[in-house]
């Protein structure tokens, strides 16, 4: 069982990017799904989670900025990134949730400069 992160990078204040994580070794269709973050110095956050059914939930700082979406089919789930900023710099992870059986992906690093 492997997730795979990529699509981050380094960008402007404002800038958009999309991060995918893709799935193997099993279906994830009944997972919920998510991203974290961790910067620097702190602790890893949640970003943003999407149910099985579509449901969605973000943190504070990114409601109205980023949507967090979901190909079954695919085992994939996505993170569209919209006017980003300074503080939305971290290493941007991916986690599969069932039952308190949980994977992660290895991470990807979003850095936005001012």
């Known amino acids: 069982v492997q997730l795979q992160a990529s699509g981050g990078g380094v960008v402007q204040a404002g800038d958009s990017l999309r991060l995918t994580c893709t799935a193997s070794?099993?279906?994830?269709?009944?997972?919920?799904l998510g991203w974290f973050r961790q910067a620097p110095g702190k602790e890893r956050e949640l970003v943003a989670t999407i149910t099985s059914a579509g449901l969605t939930d973000y943190a504070d700082s990114v409601k109205g900025r980023f949507t967090i979406s979901r190909d079954s089919a695919w085992n994939t789930v996505y993170l569209q990134m919209n006017n980003l900023r300074p503080e939305d710099t971290a290493v941007y992870y991916c986690?599969?949730?069932?039952?308190?059986?949980?994977?992660w992906g290895q991470g990807t690093q979003v850095t936005v400069s001012s």
């Open positions: 986690r599969a949730l069932k039952y308190g059986l949980e994977y």
């Open positions: 070794g099993r279906s994830f269709s009944a997972y919920v």
